[in-house]
């Protein structure tokens, strides 16, 4: 199976460098500041420009938010944790696609209806007591995704391991994959071994 790979939180040349080693289709920038992978534009701009896809993350962004990023650094995909109706007017007012997160606990969670964006990210709803939507390291029931069909691409994420990626990939029946703490190790530090051997299990 041929499947997509996202490593998101890159921060420094080493993590990009080492995403690109290993074949990564996209590399992620967090534009959030509460992250411990946040990185401003500026930052992400100075970052050498490789192979991958990159994606910018934003958390309930505004339209002067998304400006600045998009004028500091090129930017292939927007990564929208927003509701549907901010995700498809930030798809139509900049043009770049849209990839719109969305946090399920149960299969009456996962979205209905093919929305405005390019591609559904699913991953499991944050806890109560969270202090940022996604990233929070916390694997759904893989199981709940199988036949899903949303009428648009879709992406795994959430709690995504080397060691359990390809398990992921075989009760979800995922095509796309995204792992940011997953291939770190210390929070927003990433691991050249941990992302070549994530790479290679999830395409196993």
């Given at each position: 199976m041929d499947?997509e790979?996202?490593?998101c939180?890159i921060?420094?040349?080493?993590a990009?460098a080492?995403?690109e080693?290993?074949?990564?289709?996209?590399?992620?920038?967090?534009?959030?500041?509460?992250?411990?992978r946040?990185?401003?534009?500026?930052?992400a701009?100075r970052?050498?420009?490789?192979?991958a896809?990159r994606?910018?993350?934003f958390v309930?962004?505004?339209?002067?938010?998304?400006?600045?990023?998009l004028?500091?650094v090129?930017?292939?995909?927007l990564?929208?944790?927003?509701d549907a109706a901010?995700?498809?007017?930030?798809?139509?007012r900049f043009?770049?696609?849209?990839?719109?997160?969305v946090?399920?606990?149960?299969?009456a969670?996962l979205?209905?209806?093919?929305?405005a964006?390019a591609?559904?990210?699913i991953?499991?709803?944050?806890?109560?007591?969270?202090?940022r939507p996604g990233?929070?390291a916390?694997?759904?029931d893989?199981?709940?995704l199988?036949?899903?069909?949303?009428?648009r691409?879709w992406?795994?994420?959430?709690?995504?391991?080397p060691g359990?990626?390809?398990e992921?990939?075989?009760?979800?029946?995922?095509?796309?994959?995204?792992?940011?703490?997953?291939?770190?190790s210390?929070?927003g530090v990433k691991?050249p071994?941990?992302?070549r051997?994530?790479?290679v299990?999830a395409?196993?």
């Amino acid at each position: 199976m041929d499947i997509e790979i996202k490593i998101c939180g890159i921060r420094t040349p080493e993590a990009l460098a080492a995403a690109e080693a290993a074949g990564a289709d996209w590399v992620g920038f967090v534009f959030f500041p509460r992250s411990p992978r946040a990185v401003t534009p500026a930052e992400a701009a100075r970052l050498p420009q490789g192979r991958a896809g990159r994606v910018g993350l934003f958390v309930n962004p505004d339209e002067a938010e998304i400006a600045a990023a998009l004028a500091a650094v090129r930017l292939d995909a927007l990564q929208i944790y927003a509701d549907a109706a901010r995700a498809a007017a930030i798809a139509a007012r900049f043009g770049v696609p849209v990839w719109h997160a969305v946090g399920v606990a149960s299969r009456a969670d996962l979205p209905a209806a093919p929305g405005a964006g390019a591609r559904w990210v699913i991953e499991a709803k944050p806890p109560r007591d969270a202090t940022r939507p996604g990233g929070n390291a916390l694997a759904l029931d893989w199981s709940m995704l199988a036949g899903w069909r949303p009428g648009r691409p879709w992406m795994l994420a959430g709690g995504l391991t080397p060691g359990n990626v390809a398990e992921a990939v075989r009760l979800s029946g995922a095509t796309a994959v995204d792992v940011s703490s997953g291939v770190e190790s210390a929070p927003g530090v990433k691991d050249p071994v941990l992302i070549r051997d994530f790479v290679v299990a999830a395409r196993r």
